[in-house]
C-alpha cells in the first residue's frame, strides 16, 4: 500500500484544540518534523483536518 509523507510547515497556535490533537494523533510533535504514515482513509481524513498546516507527499 502507498505511504504518505507529512511534514508539518506552519504553527498551529491559536488554531484550536481540534487541530492540535489532529497534529498529534498524525505523530508531528514539533514545526518541521516528517512521518511517513500509510495512505488510509483515516489518515487522508486527519491529513484533510490540518491541510492549511502540512505538505503532504505520496511516496
Request: charged share 25%; proline share 2%; glycine share 10%.
Amino acid at each position: 500500500m502507498a505511504t504518505l509523507k507529512i511534514t508539518w510547515k506552519k504553527g498551529a497556535t491559536g488554531r484550536g484544540q481540534n487541530q492540535a490533537a489532529t497534529l498529534r494523533t498524525l505523530g508531528l510533535r514539533r514545526l518541521g518534523q516528517t512521518v511517513e504514515r500509510e495512505d488510509t482513509p483515516t489518515n487522508r481524513g486527519l491529513v484533510h483536518t490540518v491541510r492549511h498546516l502540512v505538505e503532504v507527499e505520496e511516496v
